[in-house]
């Protein structure tokens, strides 16, 4: 029986929310060229085409709802007599509206706006643009969506390799395994002795490096997995 669980999660786990993923054959990177519009350089070069495309998607995810996997894993935390740590990858707020309360978002949140002139984050709903004020500093021209694009780093990394480190269980769920450094924990995790399983679609590209898999929908395979975990918990 684990004691401390860390579980990553993509953009396959809000997908039957009604959110898209981004590389399967429909998603975000076949519609959008992710240099112009997830890269530092890309903002430079067109912060309105930026602004609208997470305007966009800022509008999109008010209207979904948390599925059954992420209710799942809320459950999870609530009833395991041991650590959970979730780390997303997603930017939309699904896990902590299904209850989740350990929680990292490593790519940043579509609710969080920061300024490129104090560096302060703040919360945000609405549509963001080059005439929007800062809340912190009343700057204008330098918001920019709270985000993670290529090439910066990551929120909150020593804290997720503290918790790989430690952990003794990890699941990946809905996650293709391309983007690092991400796509690099399941090696950490093995390194670290933990059991490593993926909750996926189909094989991701680190298929190799887990232990278990089981490939299907998240809304069937996450329930019944965290439901079996919880069956032989203390
Ligand atoms: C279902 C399902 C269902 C569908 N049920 N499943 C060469 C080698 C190694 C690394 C690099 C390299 N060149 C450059 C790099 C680094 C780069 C990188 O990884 N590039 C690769 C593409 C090669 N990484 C970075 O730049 C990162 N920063 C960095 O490395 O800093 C250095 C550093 C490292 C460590 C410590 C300190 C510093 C930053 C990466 C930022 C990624 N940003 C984005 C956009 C965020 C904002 C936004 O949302 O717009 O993050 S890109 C995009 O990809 C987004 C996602 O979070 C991320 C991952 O995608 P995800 O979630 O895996 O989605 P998909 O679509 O790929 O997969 C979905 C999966 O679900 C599929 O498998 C489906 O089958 C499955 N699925 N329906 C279950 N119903």
Same mark, same amino acid.
């Given at each position: 029986?684990?004691?401390?669980?860390?579980?990553?999660?993509?953009?396959?786990?809000?997908?039957?929310?009604?959110?898209?993923?981004?590389?399967?054959?429909?998603?975000?990177?076949?519609?959008?060229?992710?240099?112009? /519009?997830? $890269?530092?350089? %890309?903002?430079?070069?067109?912060?309105?085409?930026?602004?609208?495309?997470?305007?966009?998607?800022?509008? +999109?995810?008010?209207? /979904?709802?948390? +599925?059954?996997?992420? &209710?799942?894993?809320?459950?999870?935390?609530?009833?395991?007599?041991?650590?959970?740590?979730? /780390?997303?990858?997603?930017?939309?707020? &699904?896990?902590?509206?299904? %209850?989740?309360?350990?929680?990292? *978002?490593? *790519?940043?949140? *579509?609710?969080?706006?920061?300024?490129?002139?104090?560096?302060?984050?703040?919360?945000?709903?609405?549509?963001?643009? &080059?005439?929007?004020?800062?809340?912190?500093?009343?700057?204008?021209? *330098?918001?920019?969506?709270?985000?993670?694009?290529? %090439?910066?780093?990551?929120?909150?990394?020593? @804290?997720?390799?503290?918790?790989?480190?430690?952990?003794? #269980?990890? #699941?990946?769920?809905?996650?293709? %395994?391309?983007?690092?450094?991400?796509?690099?924990?399941?090696?950490?995790?093995?390194?670290?002795?933990?059991?490593?399983?993926?909750?996926?679609?189909?094989?991701?590209?680190?298929?190799?490096?887990?232990?278990?898999?089981?490939?299907?929908?998240? $809304? @069937?395979?996450?329930?019944?997995?965290?439901?079996? &975990? #919880?069956?032989?918990?203390?």
């Amino acid at each position: 029986m684990p004691s401390s669980i860390v579980i990553l999660t993509g953009a396959g786990i809000s997908a039957e929310s009604g959110i898209s993923t981004f590389r399967d054959p429909d998603g975000i990177w076949a519609k959008v060229d992710y240099r112009e /519009v997830a $890269t530092p350089q %890309g903002f430079a070069a067109d912060p309105a085409r930026v602004h609208a495309f997470y305007n966009w998607r800022r509008k +999109n995810v008010l209207s /979904v709802e948390p +599925n059954a996997a992420h &209710l799942a894993l809320a459950r999870l935390e609530s009833a395991f007599p041991g650590d959970v740590l979730l /780390v997303t990858q997603n930017v939309d707020s &699904l896990h902590e509206r299904a %209850g989740s309360r350990n929680l990292i *978002h490593m *790519h940043g949140q *579509h609710d969080q706006a920061l300024c490129n002139a104090c560096g302060k984050r703040s919360a945000w709903a609405g549509e963001m643009s &080059l005439e929007s004020p800062c809340p912190a500093c009343r700057g204008v021209g *330098h918001m920019r969506p709270d985000v993670v694009w290529f %090439g910066e780093t990551p929120y909150q990394m020593e @804290r997720i390799q503290a918790a790989l480190a430690g952990c003794d #269980l990890f #699941l990946s769920i809905g996650t293709s %395994g391309n983007v690092y450094p991400a796509a690099g924990f399941v090696r950490e995790a093995r390194s670290a002795g933990a059991r490593t399983v993926e909750l996926n679609l189909e094989p991701s590209q680190g298929a190799g490096y887990f232990d278990e898999a089981e490939h299907g929908p998240a $809304t @069937r395979v996450v329930p019944r997995f965290v439901e079996r &975990l #919880l069956q032989r918990a203390p």
